[in-house]
């Protein structure tokens, strides 16, 4: 790995307006390279894979997924995001004959039933992800400078995915994320979003999503969502505010039966009983 005391000397970064703040470039048919310093566009037609890199918050972070996740937040100082997307085509041709761990998780991913992956960006994968920021050049040199690193950034991603997952990796700099997630579902209990739309919604791939859970709430997502669903119920039953059938249903729980089932795993009584001593003590 390069040193970076030896890294080479950047140029300033291009003056606000001209095309060093977001683009996008096709390295080769099926590989394309988008960045911006706000949120990125769609992804192509066609996307089978994309690999995020972004600089803020540090230590920044690479993550993989399928099309460019949403992100709706303004740009924070210092913000900066690249995304190479490939179709399937592009997958196999750039890999073709490839037997490294990190091609093979890739061909996987391509596939329908694999989970996404994130790794914290690594120095040279920051080195790209500045020189593609800053680019100081034009026409044919411009495109062959940002098809160089868009090769950068790919051999970094397939060499993180070759290396084994880390404890505790998936969520450096992301707990701010999953607990925006948890936001999320709290605001509405009833019709929460599904896995990947709550992945997309806070900047994450469901694979780091589901990981980050576990590490900040010590539970799964679901688990999450019925363990705030069930105190919601109990707190209004506690007041009168509500049925158990009412209070069901204001929870998302169409079944009475499941309902039941549910509060009496986590407080060890029916709702009925419940509700009918919180009625005597009032």
Request: hydrophobic share 40%; with cysteine.
């Amino acid at each position: 790995m390069t040193d970076s005391a030896h890294a080479p000397t950047l140029p300033p970064a291009p003056a606000a307006g001209t095309s060093g703040r977001s683009g996008s470039q096709e390295i080769r048919p099926g590989l394309t390279l988008q960045w911006s310093e706000n949120a990125l566009p769609a992804a192509p037609a066609g996307t089978a894979v994309c690999l995020l890199y972004q600089l803020s918050p540090p230590p920044g972070r690479m993550s993989l997924h399928r099309g460019v996740p949403a992100c709706d937040c303004a740009a924070a100082a210092g913000e900066f995001r690249a995304a190479l997307t490939l179709t399937p085509a592009a997958v196999q041709d750039l890999l073709a004959g490839e037997a490294t761990a990190g091609a093979g998780r890739l061909h996987r991913f391509a596939g329908p039933d694999e989970g996404g992956d994130e790794h914290p960006l690594t120095p040279l994968a920051r080195l790209a992800l500045e020189s593609i920021r800053r680019c100081p050049f034009a026409g044919a040199c411009r495109c062959m400078a940002l098809a160089a690193r868009g090769h950068d950034l790919l051999v970094e991603f397939l060499a993180a995915l070759a290396e084994p997952a880390r404890p505790g990796a998936a969520v450096v700099g992301s707990s701010d994320r999953i607990r925006l997630a948890a936001e999320i579902l709290q605001s509405d209990l009833e019709h929460p979003p599904s896995l990947a739309e709550l992945a997309a919604r806070a900047g994450l791939s469901e694979t780091t999503l589901k990981r980050g859970f576990h590490q900040v709430f010590g539970t799964t997502v679901y688990g999450y969502v019925r363990a705030r669903r069930m105190e919601q119920a109990h707190r209004l039953l506690e007041t009168g505010a509500a049925t158990v059938l009412e209070a069901a249903t204001l929870v998302g729980y169409s079944n009475p039966s499941n309902f039941s089932a549910a509060f009496r795993r986590q407080f060890g009584v029916n709702p009925k009983t419940f509700q009918l001593r919180a009625r005597h003590l009032g």
